[in-house]
Each structure stands twice: as structure tokens, then as C-alpha cells.
């Protein structure tokens, strides 16, 4: 069974950092790209963040832009999203999403959550005083 799985989020204090971890399970991350959404409450699933297969080239929505940073791990078949600075608008559930279509390797059209077909179930962040 192809599985993803989120795991670091929790509540932090305006200002400071966490590591969310995805780890892939029957599913072999290292051809695809991976990519981060969250959700905040109320809100719609929004992209964050984006990595190719290699690590090569990363992709990040403007609000997250020098705040938080994506990697990966092929042989841990993990990737990370590394957040600092983090705000109380950063609160939302995160998840990670992959897909083998080529063209979503290149992280060029990530965006959009209805193209991943394997997607995990979401960590919880909040950023809260």
C-alpha cells in the first residue's frame, strides 16, 4: 500500500522552528517529485513548498520564501520541510504529496493538490503565543 506519513508538527511560540518529516512507505520517493500543502482552519489546502528527485530545484509559495526550506533524504525515502520565523498565519495542517508523472518532476506545475495521488494525512502546526 502506497503510503506517506507526516510527522514534527506541534505548538510553537511566534518566532520559532520546526522540522516536519515525511516518510514514504510501499512508495519509492526517489523518482518524484514531493511537495508540501497546508491547510489552515477554514481555509483552502494551499502549496508551500516543492522538491524535484534529485534535490536539484526546490520551489516555494512567496509566503514561506526564505522562512522555510525543503529537502529531501532518497536513501531514507524522507523528505523535510525545515520552518523558522514561523508566524501565527503558518498555522495549518501540513501535508506531503507525491505523484510519478513526469510532468510534475521539474517542480514547474506543483501546485495544485488534485495532482498528487499518493498524499499523506497531514501533521498539525500551531504557532500560537
Known amino acids: 500500500q502506497l503510503q506517506l506519513v507526516e510527522s514534527g508538527g506541534g505548538l510553537v511560540q511566534p518566532g520559532g522552528s520546526l522540522r516536519l518529516s515525511c516518510v514514504g512507505s510501499g512508495v519509492a520517493l526517489k523518482n518524484s517529485a514531493i511537495s508540501w500543502f497546508r491547510q489552515a482552519p477554514g481555509g483552502e489546502r494551499k502549496p508551500v513548498s516543492c522538491?524535484?528527485?534529485?534535490?536539484?530545484?526546490?520551489a516555494y509559495a512567496d509566503s514561506v520564501k526564505g522562512r522555510f526550506a525543503i529537502s529531501r533524504d532518497n536513501a531514507k525515502n524522507t523528505a523535510f520541510l525545515q520552518m523558522a520565523t514561523l508566524k501565527p498565519d503558518d498555522t495549518a495542517v501540513y501535508y506531503c504529496?507525491?505523484?510519478?508523472?513526469?510532468?510534475?518532476?521539474?517542480?514547474?506545475?506543483?501546485?495544485?493538490?488534485?495532482?498528487?495521488?499518493?498524499r499523506g494525512q497531514g501533521t498539525q502546526v500551531t504557532v500560537s503565543s
Open positions: 522538491i524535484t528527485a534529485d534535490g536539484g530545484n526546490t
Open positions: 504529496a507525491t505523484d510519478n508523472r513526469v510532468d510534475l518532476r521539474g517542480c514547474n506545475i506543483w501546485q495544485h493538490w488534485k495532482d498528487y495521488s499518493v
